[in-house]
């Protein structure tokens, strides 16, 4: 007999939690929580987070809040850690005693040492990090609750999404997905379960990952600036009136590769990729955007020339976009000899929602041409 849960969200972040209400359709709780705890506002947060579990009354809390990238915030600042990984457990654990809620929580891999991986439940601790010992510190709360589950697990996101990654440090990372397979055969038992893939370092694991890659237009330097502090990208896609000049000064600047899009539509427009070879990694070719009857419905124009390109010697910095799908991209490949090709639009079922079965049909034609 299949098992169903009812799952509610609850986070501090509300933008976060209306993002994954939205894509996952799960309800979801805000509780007010801050990384630089004060005794009032956490105390808030205690009695809120009591009151709302008593009146649902859940089977099990799945504890997975943490303070945990970049690695290095650990060291700087030590009370962080302390306040949300070891204080805010503790708790949490108090909680789900009195009322008699099992709690599942989240540590790490990285308590081990970190020198063969594939490590069992008995063998010796010794965190390598300020990290790690926080989670380790959490897990001493959790185990003097004996309704509980300790997962030491190393998960994350699909594609891997940190800019570096430990090269002699061996471990067993999932990605998430991967882990919710094994969780719901496991969310029964209690004590301390290892839970992680094969033994790879953690360098290994991340090398084969997806670039990511953040979409701009006509933005300041400044303001990319605190974008690329706040979320870890690869590439810088530029959609707007940029010039060569900016983007020379984005590389210069912030050190990053970028992917400058053109709009392309006859000869004369063929000029200014030649303008833009030296100042960005790569160029992005595409159709034009027209507005239909002066209203802000916007309407792409049909699929480019692609004899339009014929002449062009160098064409490895060139990404073919426009209109592109499965049924026109064997053609489009073929005319133009181009490397790389970008599609999003023809990949959906409806605005912004994309078709995993069209995403792998794609993928499945392209990597065959």
């Known amino acids: 007999m299949s098992q169903h849960y009812k799952v509610i969200g609850v986070s501090g972040d509300g933008s976060a939690l209306e993002e994954v209400r939205t894509n996952e359709g799960i309800e979801t709780y805000v509780v007010e929580m801050t990384r630089s705890i004060t005794p009032l506002k956490d105390f808030k947060a205690t009695i809120k987070l009591y009151r709302f579990l008593k009146k649902e009354k859940p089977s099990s809390v799945l504890h997975l809040a943490a303070l945990s990238r970049p690695m290095v915030q650990h060291e700087k600042n030590i009370s962080n850690s302390i306040n949300?990984?070891?204080?805010?457990?503790?708790?949490?654990?108090?909680?789900?005693?009195?009322?008699?809620?099992?709690?599942?929580?989240?540590?790490?891999?990285?308590?081990?040492?970190?020198?063969?991986?594939?490590?069992?439940?008995?063998d010796a601790l010794l965190p390598w990090n300020n990290y790690a010992w926080s989670k380790l510190g959490g897990e001493c709360a959790v185990q003097m609750y004996k309704n509980s589950l300790i997962l030491r697990v190393n998960m994350t996101e699909k594609p891997f999404i940190h800019k570096k990654a430990f090269a002699n440090v061996k471990l067993n990372f999932l990605f998430h997905e991967e882990l919710v397979k094994i969780l719901i055969k496991i969310i029964d038992r209690k004590g301390i379960i290892n839970v992680g893939g094969p033994t790879k370092t953690v360098y290994n694991f991340a090398k084969k990952?997806?670039?990511?890659?953040?979409?701009?237009?006509?933005?300041?330097?400044?303001?990319?600036?605190?974008?690329?502090?706040?979320?870890?990208?690869?590439?810088?896609?530029?959609?707007?009136?940029?010039?060569?000049?900016?983007?020379?000064?984005?590389?210069?600047?912030?050190?990053?590769?970028?992917?400058?899009?053109?709009?392309?539509?006859?000869?004369?427009?063929?000029?200014?990729?030649?303008?833009?070879?030296?100042?960005?990694?790569?160029?992005?070719?595409?159709?034009?955007i027209v507005k239909k009857n002066n209203l802000n419905f916007k309407k792409r124009s049909k699929e480019l020339n692609w004899n339009l390109f014929k002449k062009i010697k160098d064409k490895s910095p060139l990404i073919l976009s426009g209109a592109l799908n499965i049924n026109n991209l064997k053609q489009a490949i073929k005319k133009t000899n181009f490397r790389f090709v970008d599609v999003s639009s023809s990949l959906e079922t409806m605005p912004g929602k994309k078709s995993i079965k069209k995403i792998d049909k794609f993928l499945e034609l392209a990597t065959k041409l």
Request: with cysteine; net charge positive.
């Open 84 to 122: 949300l990984n070891i204080i805010g457990t503790a708790n949490l654990v108090n909680i789900c005693s009195e009322l008699k809620i099992k709690l599942i929580y989240f540590s790490t891999g990285y308590v081990y040492p970190g020198k063969k991986g594939n490590y069992k439940e008995h």
């Open 209 to 288: 990952k997806i670039k990511r890659v953040g979409v701009i237009a006509n933005i300041n330097i400044e303001e990319i600036k605190e974008i690329t502090e706040n979320v870890e990208l690869d590439y810088l896609q530029f959609h707007g009136d940029e010039t060569p000049n900016f983007l020379k000064n984005v590389k210069k600047i912030l050190k990053i590769k970028t992917i400058k899009a053109l709009k392309i539509s006859n000869k004369n427009c063929i000029k200014e990729i030649s303008n833009f070879r030296k100042v960005s990694d790569y160029i992005l070719i595409d159709t034009k």
